[in-house]
């Protein structure tokens, strides 16, 4: 059975930094392409990162350009978002999802950005 | 980047009824790179439909989706109680991946 587990999201203060987790089970991680995706509360759907099954290939939403980091680590199964410079207005849901048309998807971590 | 834009905004239909959900692109989606979703109230998305018309694993033939270029829709024949949601389309034909703003699906 596919899994997808996030975690690392909680309170943090603006400018300040977190970094998620994706832990994966049921497939094997390093041949499938990755996303995060994220929800701001009461909000649709905004797709943030991408990484091929190697890691060669990376793409990133223009309002996280610069600030986020996406990576994977093959041999733990795991994926990761390590973001910067943190703002209010990335107060979200922070979804991992398998596949470029994100057949899986995990239950989300909550990311909140307040003094 | 490919702006989606989703209509109706919400649509009100009873149990039985066909629920049909628009989502145009302000511009060609290669390939037809686009995928439909449903979101229940405190879940992840789930995939329904990808490459504009292949039902995605475990997705019940009740869900179709159609569409080429810029303009697409998803039907719904007939509307279950889990069906009353969210829907989403997403373009991942070109980066970056977009999202339509959603459309609710409400019981009149």
């Known amino acids: 059975e596919v899994q997808l587990v996030e975690s690392g999201g909680g309170l943090v203060q603006p400018g300040g930094s977190l970094r998620l987790s994706c832990a994966a089970s049921?497939?094997?991680?390093?041949?499938?392409?990755m996303n995060w995706v994220r929800q701001a509360p009461g909000k649709g759907l905004e797709w943030i990162s991408y990484i091929s099954g190697s890691d060669n290939t990376i793409y990133y939403a223009d309002s996280v350009k610069g600030r986020f980091t996406i990576s994977r680590d093959n041999a733990k199964n795991s994926l990761y978002l390590q973001m910067n410079s943190l703002r209010a207005e990335d107060t979200a849901v922070y979804y991992c999802a398998r596949k470029r048309i994100q057949d899986y998807w995990g239950q989300g971590t909550l990311v909140t950005v307040s003094s | 980047e490919i702006v989606l834009t989703q209509s109706p905004g919400t649509l009100s239909l009873s149990p039985g009824e066909r629920a049909t959900l628009s989502c145009r692109a302000s511009?060609?989606?290669?390939?037809?790179?686009l995928a439909w979703y449903r979101q229940k109230p405190g879940q992840a998305p789930r995939l329904l439909i990808y490459?504009?018309?292949s039902r995605a694993t475990g997705i019940p033939d009740r869900f179709s989706g159609s569409g080429s270029g810029t303009d697409f829709t998803l039907t719904i024949s007939r509307l279950e109680p889990e069906d009353f949601a969210v829907y989403y389309c997403?373009?991942?034909?070109?980066?970056?991946?977009?999202f339509g703003q959603g459309t609710e699906v409400e019981i009149k």
């Open positions: 511009q060609s989606v290669t390939s037809n790179y």
């Open positions: 490459g504009a018309s």
């Open positions: 997403q373009q991942y034909g070109s980066s970056p991946w977009t």
């Open positions: 049921g497939f094997t991680f390093s041949l499938y392409e």
